[in-house]
């Protein structure tokens, strides 16, 4: 079992950029593939970017694609989102979550742990 604990949220300018973090405990993060989805109210979770526990490979989401990035440092046990030119369209709430398949992880079905969330806020 994986305990997840996001932070580096906040409010931000139109423009700005933030990094986001997720410490994970209880077992490393090479274990599981790790993703961070988004969810703003009234709307369905939507999902980010993930990097895959099998070859670290990364895959990301059409509404943030090219503005931001996932990377992983094991050695940390942490997973970080920095994202870039934010829009006030990108203000959610910012879960990281943990799943044991490396396939079809566009799905937060697919997930097995989630973080509590954190929340980002743009401003125009």
């Known amino acids: 079992q994986v305990q997840l604990v996001e932070s580096g949220g906040g409010l931000v300018q139109a423009g700005g950029s933030l990094r986001l973090s997720c410490a994970a405990s209880?077992?490393?993060?090479?274990?599981?593939?790790m993703g961070w989805f988004r969810q703003a109210p009234g709307k369905e979770r939507e999902f980010v970017a993930v990097v895959r526990r099998n070859d670290a490979s990364t895959y990301y989401g059409d509404s943030l694609k090219g503005r931001v990035t996932i990377s992983r440092d094991n050695g940390k046990n942490t997973v970080y989102l920095q994202m870039n030119s934010l829009k006030p369209e990108d203000t959610a709430v910012y879960y990281c979550a943990a799943a044991t398949r490396a396939y079809g992880l566009e799905k937060s079905d697919y997930y097995d742990y989630w973080g509590q969330g954190t929340q980002v806020t743009v401003s125009s």
């Open positions: 209880g077992r490393t993060t090479s274990t599981y593939s």
